[in-house]
Nanobody, 121 residues
Framework: QVQLVESGGGLVQAGGSLRLSCKVS????????MGWYRQADGKRREMVAQ???????YYGESVKNRFYISRDNAAKATYLQMNNLQPDDTAVYYC???????????????WGQGTQVTVSS
């Protein structure tokens, strides 16, 4: 089985920063794209950032030039550096990873359990 565990969420004042971490574990052959999504109360889940295994990055419009995604392939981890946080960034943040397991040639997308980020004004 594959598990994703996020950490680093919390409460921060507007203008502050947080760094989220996500570590992937399990019987993994390869991890392709990794990413972060978020869902605020009463809103649809939206893509925040993605990073391919070639380290090409993509960002949602609302976080460009404030959030930065990175990955450490040896550690099977991805990180989201969030700067200049605003109240509209308040949401549960979810990590995703496209994983091929050792026992299968199928590529599946896995999700973490989510970590709460709350930004006070």
């Amino acid at each position: 089985q594959v598990q994703l565990v996020e950490s680093g969420g919390g409460l921060v004042q507007a203008g502050g920063s947080l760094r989220l971490s996500c570590k992937v574990s399990g019987t993994i052959f390869r991890i392709n794209t990794m990413g972060w999504y978020r869902q605020a109360d009463g809103k649809r889940r939206e893509m925040v950032a993605q990073i391919t295994n070639g380290e090409t990055t993509y960002y949602g419009e609302s976080v460009k030039n404030r959030f930065y995604i990175s990955r450490d392939n040896a550690a099977k981890a991805t990180y989201l550096q969030m700067n200049n946080l605003q109240p509209d960034d308040t949401a549960v943040y979810y990590c995703t990873a496209e994983v091929t397991q050792l026992s299968s040639s199928t590529l599946n997308t896995y999700w973490g359990q989510g970590t709460q980020v709350t930004v006070s004004s």
